[in-house]
């Protein structure tokens, strides 16, 4: 029976799938052509023998006005025309488009459905099939416990002694069929579980659900870096503009140390010229020289002849060991 389902199911998929086919197919086929373009009706010929029996300046201002509609039927109309007749077709090739479309994605949507219903049904037939298994043994050990208590209950009823000769001659033959009964091993539990079975439509929607929230994701990541993208322009435009102000502030800052240096070298020579040094060692005026005594400028004992101490009248006179500090435009050669 089972196979015989399985092979009704696949033949209804099969029928399905032909049908589908069938009307798409049928949706590639326009229903309603566009209509075939007619042809722009041609203007009236004038005759070539004239007007006929009509009088010649009314034939001319006939012929006249013929001539202007014309001018404004090629000029306005048939250009409309063929724009409304192509719109038409686009419209209808549209029409045939959505229509095998929606048979192509109904089709898709029936045979995944029915394989989802397939993988249920499969599922459902394995579980019960176990159950059903289990259920059989299980009651065959019962029926055979209930002819056990059975059998014993009526030898129990036992009064005359056919009856207990009876019993006595089927007495190993219950003892048996209680060892064996209580000798069967014990059956353990068949864990079934049936929340298992496959939920196709779950998880689709779980699917589409999480779809829906990674799109929104994207969405925001995309407004983020348009948004990170439109500050970092500006961001270079203004770095653009600070390093043409900075390089322009440079350019004026190196101009002016360009002048406090040469500034600075001037006033340097210009100190240069009133800048102190001893007259004999030509070592300059600071702090450490100021009180430290002169290599060249020797110091006269007190003991030697014209030592005395009285003698030195100012600091740094010749003989008494220290600097004697002078402007170097005066200074005089030791």
């Known amino acids: 029976?089972?196979?015989?389902?399985?092979?009704?199911?696949?033949?209804?998929?099969?029928?399905?799938?032909?049908?589908?086919?069938?009307g798409k197919k049928e949706a590639e086929v326009p229903s309603?052509?566009?209509?075939?373009?007619?042809?722009?009706?041609?203007?009236?010929k004038k005759p070539e023998g004239g007007g006929g029996?009509?009088?010649?300046?009314?034939?001319?201002?006939?012929?006249?006005?013929?001539?202007?509609?014309?001018?404004?039927?090629?000029?306005?109309?048939?250009?409309k025309r063929s724009h409304l007749l192509n719109e038409l077709q686009?419209?209808?090739?549209a029409r045939n488009l959505i229509e095998a479309q929606a048979s192509e994605i109904e089709a898709t949507a029936r045979r995944e459905f029915e394989a989802s219903l397939s993988?249920?049904?499969?599922?459902?037939?394995?579980k019960l099939n176990n159950l059903e298994g289990e259920t059989n043994q299980i009651r065959v050990e019962v029926?055979?416990?209930?002819?056990?208590?059975?059998?014993?209950?009526?030898?129990?009823k036992a009064k005359s002694a056919e009856e207990m000769t009876k019993f006595l001659s089927v007495d190993r033959e219950l003892h048996h069929r209680m060892y064996?009964?209580?000798?069967?091993?014990?059956?353990?539990?068949?864990?079934?579980?049936?929340?298992?079975?496959?939920?196709?439509?779950?998880?689709?929607?779980?699917?589409?659900?999480?779809?829906?929230?990674?799109?929104?994701?994207?969405?925001v990541k995309d407004e983020m870096i348009e948004y990170l993208l439109q500050e970092r322009e500006g961001l270079l435009k203004a770095h653009a503009n600070a390093s043409h102000q900075a390089a322009?502030?440079?350019?004026?800052?190196?101009?002016?140390?360009?002048?406090?240096?040469?500034?600075?070298?001037?006033?340097?020579?210009?100190?240069?010229?009133?800048?102190?040094?001893?007259?004999?060692?030509?070592?300059?005026?600071?702090?450490?020289?100021?009180?430290?005594?002169?290599?060249?400028?020797?110091?006269?004992?007190?003991?030697?002849?014209?030592?005395?101490?009285n003698e030195f009248r100012q600091h740094g006179d010749e003989g008494s060991g220290l600097h004697r500090f002078e402007p170097t435009h005066r200074r005089a050669s030791p």
């Not at 029926?143 to 129990?156: I, P, T, Y």
């Open 90 to 93: 686009r419209l209808e090739a």
């Open 248 to 309: 322009n502030l440079n350019n004026a800052a190196q101009h002016e140390m360009k002048q406090w240096v040469r500034l600075t070298d001037k006033f340097a020579q210009e100190l240069d010229q009133f800048q102190l040094a001893c007259r004999y060692c030509k070592a300059p005026l600071s702090r450490l020289s100021v009180n430290t005594y002169c290599p060249y400028n020797r110091k006269i004992r007190q003991n030697q002849p014209g030592g005395g101490a």
């Open 180 to 219: 064996r009964l209580a000798g069967a091993p014990s059956r353990v539990g068949l864990e079934i579980n049936p929340y298992d079975l496959p939920r196709d439509h779950d998880e689709s929607h779980k699917l589409r659900r999480e779809y829906a929230g990674a799109r929104k994701i994207i969405q």
């Open 32 to 44: 309603n052509p566009p209509p075939a373009e007619s042809k722009a009706p041609e203007p009236p």
């Open 53 to 79: 029996d009509a009088p010649p300046q009314l034939s001319a201002e006939y012929w006249t006005k013929v001539a202007m509609l014309q001018r404004t039927y090629d000029s306005q109309i048939v250009p």
């Open 143 to 156: 029926a055979e416990m209930e002819r056990l208590v059975a059998d014993l209950a009526d030898f129990k």
């Open 1 to 22: 029976e089972k196979g015989d389902k399985k092979k009704k199911k696949k033949e209804k998929g099969a029928d399905k799938e032909k049908k589908s086919k069938k």
């Open 119 to 126: 993988r249920l049904h499969d599922a459902k037939a394995e």
